[in-house]
Protein backbone atom coordinates (compact mmCIF):
# COMPACT_ATOMS: atom_id res chain seq x y z
CA UNK A 1 0.00 0.00 0.00
CA UNK A 2 1.73 3.29 -0.92
CA UNK A 3 1.87 6.12 1.65
CA UNK A 4 -1.67 8.40 1.40
CA UNK A 5 -1.11 12.20 -0.35
CA UNK A 6 -1.40 15.32 2.07
CA UNK A 7 -4.47 15.87 2.94
CA UNK A 8 -4.10 20.12 2.10
CA UNK A 9 -4.68 18.78 -1.49
CA UNK A 10 -8.33 20.74 -0.78
CA UNK A 11 -6.96 24.18 0.24
CA UNK A 12 -3.75 23.74 -2.03
CA UNK A 13 -5.65 23.05 -4.94
CA UNK A 14 -7.34 26.34 -4.75
CA UNK A 15 -4.43 28.43 -4.04
CA UNK A 16 -3.07 27.07 -7.10
CA UNK A 17 -5.91 27.77 -9.36
CA UNK A 18 -5.68 31.90 -7.44
CA UNK A 19 -2.09 31.54 -8.08
CA UNK A 20 -2.79 31.19 -12.34
CA UNK A 21 -6.07 32.59 -11.86
CA UNK A 22 -5.30 34.36 -15.47
CA UNK A 23 -6.90 30.89 -17.20
CA UNK A 24 -10.12 31.24 -15.46
CA UNK A 25 -10.36 35.28 -16.44
CA UNK A 26 -9.63 33.67 -20.32
CA UNK A 27 -11.92 31.21 -19.78
CA UNK A 28 -15.00 33.06 -18.35
CA UNK A 29 -14.50 36.15 -21.61
CA UNK A 30 -14.33 33.67 -24.29
CA UNK A 31 -17.20 31.87 -22.45
CA UNK A 32 -19.11 35.33 -22.15
CA UNK A 33 -18.10 36.10 -25.80
CA UNK A 34 -19.72 32.86 -27.63
CA UNK A 35 -22.73 33.22 -24.97
CA UNK A 36 -23.25 36.47 -26.43
CA UNK A 37 -23.46 35.71 -30.15
CA UNK A 38 -25.10 32.57 -29.52
CA UNK A 39 -28.36 34.22 -27.70
CA UNK A 40 -27.93 37.47 -29.74
CA UNK A 41 -30.54 36.33 -32.45
CA UNK A 42 -33.15 35.57 -29.84
CA UNK A 43 -32.66 38.88 -27.78
CA UNK A 44 -33.02 40.69 -30.76
CA UNK A 45 -36.53 38.92 -31.55
CA UNK A 46 -37.79 39.52 -27.95
CA UNK A 47 -36.79 43.20 -28.08
CA UNK A 48 -39.88 44.40 -30.05
CA UNK A 49 -43.05 42.31 -28.57
CA UNK A 50 -41.48 43.28 -24.99
CA UNK A 51 -41.38 47.11 -25.81
CA UNK A 52 -44.94 47.38 -27.14
CA UNK A 53 -47.08 44.93 -25.61
CA UNK A 54 -48.85 45.29 -22.47
CA UNK A 55 -48.77 41.93 -20.98
CA UNK A 56 -44.91 42.61 -21.26
CA UNK A 57 -44.81 44.05 -18.21
CA UNK A 58 -45.82 40.92 -15.92
CA UNK A 59 -42.11 39.60 -17.29
CA UNK A 60 -40.07 42.57 -17.82
CA UNK A 61 -41.73 44.08 -13.81
CA UNK A 62 -40.73 40.09 -12.59
CA UNK A 63 -40.99 36.97 -13.64
CA UNK A 64 -44.73 34.86 -14.46
CA UNK A 65 -44.20 31.17 -15.58
CA UNK A 66 -47.44 31.76 -17.45
CA UNK A 67 -46.58 34.79 -19.15
CA UNK A 68 -43.71 33.13 -20.47
CA UNK A 69 -45.69 29.96 -21.14
CA UNK A 70 -48.11 32.30 -23.36
CA UNK A 71 -45.35 34.09 -24.86
CA UNK A 72 -43.56 30.41 -25.92
CA UNK A 73 -47.18 29.48 -27.02
CA UNK A 74 -47.74 32.00 -29.77
CA UNK A 75 -46.84 31.23 -33.29
CA UNK A 76 -44.92 34.12 -34.11
CA UNK A 77 -43.12 33.77 -30.75
CA UNK A 78 -39.75 35.16 -30.27
CA UNK A 79 -38.32 32.52 -27.95
CA UNK A 80 -37.83 29.00 -29.20
CA UNK A 81 -35.79 26.34 -28.68
CA UNK A 82 -32.40 26.64 -28.41
CA UNK A 83 -31.58 26.29 -32.01
CA UNK A 84 -28.20 25.97 -34.78
CA UNK A 85 -26.82 29.02 -33.41
CA UNK A 86 -26.83 27.97 -29.44
CA UNK A 87 -25.73 24.30 -30.20
CA UNK A 88 -22.69 25.80 -32.47
CA UNK A 89 -21.23 27.59 -30.29
CA UNK A 90 -21.57 25.18 -27.18
CA UNK A 91 -19.94 23.20 -29.47
CA UNK A 92 -16.77 25.52 -30.30
CA UNK A 93 -16.31 26.31 -26.53
CA UNK A 94 -16.46 22.47 -26.01
CA UNK A 95 -13.62 22.64 -28.61
CA UNK A 96 -11.78 24.94 -27.17
CA UNK A 97 -11.80 23.70 -23.70
CA UNK A 98 -10.71 20.24 -25.00
CA UNK A 99 -7.65 22.20 -26.90
CA UNK A 100 -7.12 24.51 -23.41
CA UNK A 101 -6.80 21.22 -21.05
CA UNK A 102 -3.65 20.33 -21.97
CA UNK A 103 -2.17 23.69 -20.99
CA UNK A 104 -4.56 24.13 -17.98
CA UNK A 105 -2.87 20.62 -16.47
CA UNK A 106 0.73 20.89 -17.84
CA UNK A 107 0.73 24.56 -15.52
CA UNK A 108 -0.73 22.73 -12.40
CA UNK A 109 1.19 19.63 -12.66
CA UNK A 110 4.03 21.52 -13.13
CA UNK A 111 3.65 24.73 -11.06
CA UNK A 112 5.48 26.89 -13.44
CA UNK A 113 4.79 29.97 -14.75
CA UNK A 114 3.90 28.86 -18.65
CA UNK A 115 4.57 31.19 -21.44
CA UNK A 116 2.09 31.75 -24.44
CA UNK A 117 4.41 29.86 -26.48
CA UNK A 118 4.91 27.02 -24.01
CA UNK A 119 1.05 26.98 -23.18
CA UNK A 120 -0.24 26.77 -26.27
CA UNK A 121 2.97 24.02 -26.98
CA UNK A 122 0.99 21.92 -24.20
CA UNK A 123 -2.53 22.35 -25.86
CA UNK A 124 -2.09 21.22 -29.35
CA UNK A 125 0.54 18.03 -28.06
CA UNK A 126 -2.19 16.75 -26.05
CA UNK A 127 -4.90 17.74 -28.03
CA UNK A 128 -5.49 14.32 -30.44
CA UNK A 129 -4.45 12.06 -27.02
CA UNK A 130 -7.43 13.76 -25.31
CA UNK A 131 -10.02 13.40 -28.22
CA UNK A 132 -9.29 9.70 -28.17
CA UNK A 133 -10.43 10.12 -24.40
CA UNK A 134 -13.73 11.86 -25.04
CA UNK A 135 -14.30 8.54 -27.29
CA UNK A 136 -13.42 6.53 -24.76
CA UNK A 137 -15.29 8.15 -22.47
CA UNK A 138 -18.53 8.90 -24.58
CA UNK A 139 -18.43 4.75 -25.21
CA UNK A 140 -18.11 4.36 -21.32
CA UNK A 141 -21.20 6.35 -20.60
CA UNK A 142 -23.56 4.02 -22.58
CA UNK A 143 -23.90 1.49 -20.25
CA UNK A 144 -25.00 4.28 -17.84
CA UNK A 145 -26.88 5.46 -19.81
CA UNK A 146 -28.71 2.24 -20.08
CA UNK A 147 -29.16 1.62 -16.55
CA UNK A 148 -30.54 5.06 -16.41
CA UNK A 149 -33.71 3.68 -19.02
CA UNK A 150 -34.11 1.00 -17.51
CA UNK A 151 -34.51 2.83 -13.81
CA UNK A 152 -36.43 4.94 -16.11
CA UNK A 153 -38.89 1.76 -17.38
CA UNK A 154 -38.74 0.38 -13.53
CA UNK A 155 -40.34 3.79 -12.10
CA UNK A 156 -43.26 4.37 -14.45
CA UNK A 157 -43.83 0.52 -13.68
CA UNK A 158 -43.93 0.89 -9.62
CA UNK A 159 -45.91 4.30 -10.42
CA UNK A 160 -48.67 2.29 -12.52
CA UNK A 161 -49.28 -0.69 -9.65
CA UNK A 162 -48.43 0.79 -6.16
CA UNK A 163 -51.15 2.15 -4.37
CA UNK A 164 -48.47 5.29 -3.07
CA UNK A 165 -47.49 8.00 -4.94
CA UNK A 166 -44.65 8.40 -3.41
CA UNK A 167 -42.79 4.65 -4.03
CA UNK A 168 -42.33 5.13 -7.79
CA UNK A 169 -40.76 8.49 -6.37
CA UNK A 170 -38.51 7.30 -3.85
CA UNK A 171 -37.66 5.09 -6.47
CA UNK A 172 -36.20 7.77 -8.54
CA UNK A 173 -34.41 9.84 -6.30
CA UNK A 174 -32.37 7.00 -5.17
CA UNK A 175 -31.80 5.74 -9.10
CA UNK A 176 -30.67 9.41 -9.67
CA UNK A 177 -28.08 9.14 -6.85
CA UNK A 178 -26.47 6.15 -8.29
CA UNK A 179 -26.40 7.64 -11.89
CA UNK A 180 -24.54 10.90 -10.36
CA UNK A 181 -22.44 8.69 -8.36
CA UNK A 182 -21.29 6.68 -11.44
CA UNK A 183 -21.13 9.61 -13.82
CA UNK A 184 -18.72 11.16 -10.44
CA UNK A 185 -16.79 8.21 -10.31
CA UNK A 186 -16.13 7.80 -14.48
CA UNK A 187 -15.34 11.55 -14.68
CA UNK A 188 -12.89 11.14 -12.52
CA UNK A 189 -11.17 8.07 -14.04
CA UNK A 190 -10.83 10.13 -16.97
CA UNK A 191 -9.89 12.86 -15.94
CA UNK A 192 -6.78 10.79 -13.59
CA UNK A 193 -5.97 9.66 -17.10
CA UNK A 194 -5.83 13.06 -18.51
CA UNK A 195 -3.20 14.22 -15.40
CA UNK A 196 -1.11 10.59 -16.27
CA UNK A 197 -1.16 11.55 -19.87
CA UNK A 198 0.56 15.39 -19.02
CA UNK A 199 2.89 14.68 -15.89
CA UNK A 200 4.24 11.18 -17.67
CA UNK A 201 3.93 12.20 -21.11
CA UNK A 202 2.17 9.18 -21.90
CA UNK A 203 0.93 8.93 -25.67
CA UNK A 204 -1.22 5.96 -25.57
CA UNK A 205 -4.40 6.59 -23.84
CA UNK A 206 -5.72 2.97 -23.29
CA UNK A 207 -2.47 2.75 -20.91
CA UNK A 208 -3.27 5.80 -19.02
CA UNK A 209 -7.11 4.51 -18.19
CA UNK A 210 -5.55 1.57 -17.22
CA UNK A 211 -3.42 3.48 -14.56
CA UNK A 212 -6.18 5.50 -13.50
CA UNK A 213 -8.07 2.72 -13.00
CA UNK A 214 -5.62 1.21 -10.52
CA UNK A 215 -5.21 4.46 -8.84
CA UNK A 216 -9.00 4.85 -8.42
CA UNK A 217 -9.19 1.11 -7.60
CA UNK A 218 -6.22 1.33 -4.39
CA UNK A 219 -7.50 5.45 -3.67
CA UNK A 220 -11.08 5.51 -4.52
CA UNK A 221 -12.18 7.32 -0.99
CA UNK A 222 -9.69 9.78 -1.12
CA UNK A 223 -10.12 11.00 -4.63
CA UNK A 224 -13.74 10.83 -5.10
CA UNK A 225 -14.01 12.87 -1.27
CA UNK A 226 -11.71 15.40 -2.73
CA UNK A 227 -13.74 15.88 -6.28
CA UNK A 228 -17.44 15.60 -4.18
CA UNK A 229 -16.72 18.28 -2.00
CA UNK A 230 -15.40 21.12 -4.51
CA UNK A 231 -19.03 19.80 -6.21
CA UNK A 232 -21.07 19.96 -3.17
CA UNK A 233 -19.36 23.86 -2.77
CA UNK A 234 -20.09 24.79 -6.59
CA UNK A 235 -23.97 23.60 -6.16
CA UNK A 236 -24.72 25.77 -2.78
CA UNK A 237 -22.93 28.51 -4.00
CA UNK A 238 -24.70 28.61 -7.17
CA UNK A 239 -28.32 27.52 -5.47
CA UNK A 240 -27.48 30.34 -3.10
CA UNK A 241 -27.11 32.72 -6.46
CA UNK A 242 -29.99 31.38 -8.31
CA UNK A 243 -32.26 31.95 -4.87
CA UNK A 244 -30.81 35.48 -4.60
CA UNK A 245 -31.35 36.43 -8.50
CA UNK A 246 -34.98 35.07 -8.03
CA UNK A 247 -36.70 36.38 -4.96
CA UNK A 248 -34.06 38.51 -3.19
CA UNK A 249 -33.25 41.21 -6.51
CA UNK A 250 -35.77 43.74 -7.74
CA UNK A 251 -36.88 43.04 -11.08
CA UNK A 252 -36.12 46.07 -12.36
CA UNK A 253 -32.36 45.92 -11.27
CA UNK A 254 -31.13 44.20 -14.13
CA UNK A 255 -27.34 45.27 -13.87
CA UNK A 256 -27.06 43.90 -10.57
CA UNK A 257 -28.81 40.36 -12.22
CA UNK A 258 -25.98 40.26 -14.64
CA UNK A 259 -23.14 40.51 -12.66
CA UNK A 260 -24.62 37.94 -10.10
CA UNK A 261 -25.42 35.40 -12.62
CA UNK A 262 -21.41 36.10 -13.98
CA UNK A 263 -20.08 36.01 -10.57
CA UNK A 264 -21.97 32.25 -10.49
CA UNK A 265 -20.36 31.45 -13.41
CA UNK A 266 -16.89 32.81 -12.69
CA UNK A 267 -17.23 30.52 -9.32
CA UNK A 268 -18.49 27.58 -11.27
CA UNK A 269 -15.53 27.83 -14.13
CA UNK A 270 -13.43 28.18 -10.45
CA UNK A 271 -14.54 24.76 -9.03
CA UNK A 272 -13.82 23.03 -12.05
CA UNK A 273 -10.45 24.12 -12.27
CA UNK A 274 -10.43 23.68 -8.80
CA UNK A 275 -10.78 19.76 -9.18
CA UNK A 276 -8.60 19.68 -12.02
CA UNK A 277 -5.70 21.46 -9.53
CA UNK A 278 -6.42 19.29 -6.71
CA UNK A 279 -6.14 15.94 -9.46
CA UNK A 280 -2.87 17.59 -10.62
CA UNK A 281 -1.42 18.28 -6.69
CA UNK A 282 -2.51 14.86 -5.83
CA UNK A 283 -1.00 12.80 -8.33
CA UNK A 284 2.26 14.68 -7.88
CA UNK A 285 2.23 13.77 -4.19
CA UNK A 286 1.42 10.41 -4.85
CA UNK A 287 4.70 9.87 -6.93
CA UNK A 288 6.50 11.74 -4.90
CA UNK A 289 4.97 9.51 -1.62
CA UNK A 290 5.82 6.46 -4.12
CA UNK A 291 9.59 6.74 -4.62
CA UNK A 292 10.97 4.43 -2.17
CA UNK A 293 14.47 5.73 -0.89
CA UNK A 294 17.94 3.48 -1.72
CA UNK A 295 18.53 1.12 1.38
CA UNK A 296 20.87 2.19 4.23
CA UNK A 297 24.49 0.51 2.84
CA UNK A 298 27.28 0.66 5.83
CA UNK A 299 30.15 2.25 4.42
CA UNK A 300 33.25 -0.23 3.98
CA UNK A 301 35.70 -0.30 6.35
CA UNK A 302 39.07 0.94 5.77
CA UNK A 303 41.70 -1.35 4.38
CA UNK A 304 45.50 -1.32 5.43
CA UNK A 305 47.32 0.79 2.87
CA UNK A 306 49.98 -1.81 1.36
CA UNK A 307 53.46 -2.29 1.93
CA UNK A 308 55.89 -0.81 -0.34
CA UNK A 309 57.87 -3.38 -2.36
CA UNK A 310 61.09 -1.92 -0.93
CA UNK A 311 60.49 -2.60 2.49
CA UNK A 312 58.94 -5.53 2.32
CA UNK A 313 62.57 -6.83 0.77
CA UNK A 314 64.31 -4.80 3.87
Not at 95 to 122: H, N
Not at 269 to 274: D, F, P, S, T, Y
Request: charge should be positive.
Amino acid sequence: MRPAPSPKTFASGAALVWRWQRILWWIFIINLALAYWATKGMAERADWPLSHSVASGRLVNGFDLFALAELAGQPDTPIEQPGPAVFHYSFIFAIFMLFATGGILATYVFDAKPTTTAFFEACGHHFWRFFRLVIYLLLAFIPIGIFAVICRMIRNRIDAVSNSPRSADFFFIGALLIILLLSMVLRLWFDMAQVIAVAEDETRMHRALRRAASLLAHNLGSLLWLYLRISLLAWIVFGLGLYLWMFRLSPLSTTAAFLLTQLMLIFWIAARLWQRACEALWYRQYQAASVTEPAYTPAPSPEPAPIPYSTAMN
